[in-house]
T-cell receptor, first 112, second 112 residues
């Protein structure tokens, strides 16, 4: 059965700090790993990673995948209060097409 | 575009009652999913569909029924509501089986 473990479960940082979130996974015939940000309502898509070692970047957020060690990292630099959210990681495999396994999420609180 | 629309936004039920949560998408997506989100547990997959007429069970399907008679609609039925089904329910859709999902705003359901 597919499994996703995120760490830490929660953290509190000050504005301007850098945050590193971890997502480790077990999935048969890995196909892709996705990161989402969830504020008050619906999760919104951040990144999709399919290849190892290639960094995806959007502004202050970046993410990288290590397919050998089966984990991904999401980095947020120069954090702002608007980065406060739950960050969710999800994986899918070739054998589970259309079916995503989510982790428990990391709650990030950025204080002024 | 409306994207993924869920109704109702809030609902309170008594134990034993049945109801249907509605989900509609206007993006012509083949893949649709229902999740429930409980504190500290991320998103757990209830049922998913890879196209009209095709549905399958996810991680926590017991007590829920789905059908997919059209590409646009994917209703979730609670057969006999139980307090353990108190949760926030999200519907999501994607164009392909490993592509980012678009989420509805969720339905907050309380079972008394």
């Amino acid at each position: 059965e597919d499994k996703v473990v995120q760490s830490p479960l929660s953290l509190v940082v000050h504005e301007g700090d850098t945050v590193t979130l971890n997502c480790s996974y077990e999935v048969t015939n890995f196909r892709s790993l996705l990161w989402y940000k969830q504020e008050k309502k619906a999760p919104t898509f951040l990144f999709m990673l399919t290849s190892s070692g290639i960094e995806k970047k959007s502004g202050r957020l970046s993410s990288i995948l290590d397919k050998k060690e089966l984990f991904s990292i999401l980095n947020i630099t120069a954090t702002q209060t608007g980065d406060s959210a739950i960050y969710l990681c999800a994986v899918t495999g070739l054998d589970s097409w259309g079916k995503f396994q989510f982790g428990a999420g990391t709650q990030v609180v950025v204080t002024p | 575009n409306a994207g993924v629309t869920q109704t109702p936004k809030f609902q309170v039920l008594k134990t034993g009652q049945s109801m249907t949560l509605q989900c509609a998408q206007d993006m012509n997506h083949e893949y649709m999913s229902w999740y429930r989100q409980d504190p500290g547990m991320g998103l757990r997959l209830i049922h998913y569909s890879v196209g009209a007429g095709i549905t399958d069970q996810g991680e926590v399907p017991n007590g829920y029924n789905v059908s997919r008679s059209t590409t646009e609609d994917f209703p979730l039925r609670l057969l006999s509501a139980a307090p353990s089904q108190t949760s926030v329910y999200f519907c999501a859709s994607s164009a392909l089986g490993n592509q980012p999902q678009h989420f509805g705003d969720g339905t907050r359901l309380s079972i008394l």
